[in-house]
């Protein structure tokens, strides 16, 4: 059975000791994948995933580009932002990090989630 899953449902899944799958080329791969994650590039990937996975275990199957990922126009927040309004942002956003910049656009630093107090 296949089905989309969210980033939290990811989470757990890997947590729980699921294999995760990068589909992308193997060069691809050694630039950058999830920690833990298996390279079974998609040409090759009906032919090696008997061979490489575990029946028993659930799968995590993903190929992602950063482009991908990406969100367009990033937000960037000024360093006088309050910790409660930042993390009330990164909530409702659903934002990993975001940079903090000076009124002329200078990079100061990234606040992170669990720099504002979110698991």
Do not use: C, W
């Not at 791969?29 to 090696?48: M, V």
């Amino acid at each position: 059975m296949t089905q989309e899953i969210g980033r939290e449902q990811v989470r757990r899944l890997m947590a729980e000791g699921a294999q995760v799958v990068d589909v992308l080329p193997a060069q691809e791969y050694g630039e950058d994948h999830l920690p833990g994650a298996i390279n079974l590039p998609l040409r090759k990937i009906e032919a090696d995933a008997t061979r490489v996975l575990d029946p028993s275990r659930p799968v995590i199957v993903y190929y992602l580009r950063v482009e991908q990922a990406m969100r367009p126009g990033p937000s960037t927040y000024r360093p006088f932002v309050s910790v409660a309004e930042m993390r009330r942002i990164m909530t409702d956003r659903d934002m990993e990090s975001s940079p903090v910049t000076t009124s002329d656009g200078k990079l100061v630093g990234l606040v992170r989630r669990q720099d504002v107090g979110i698991p």
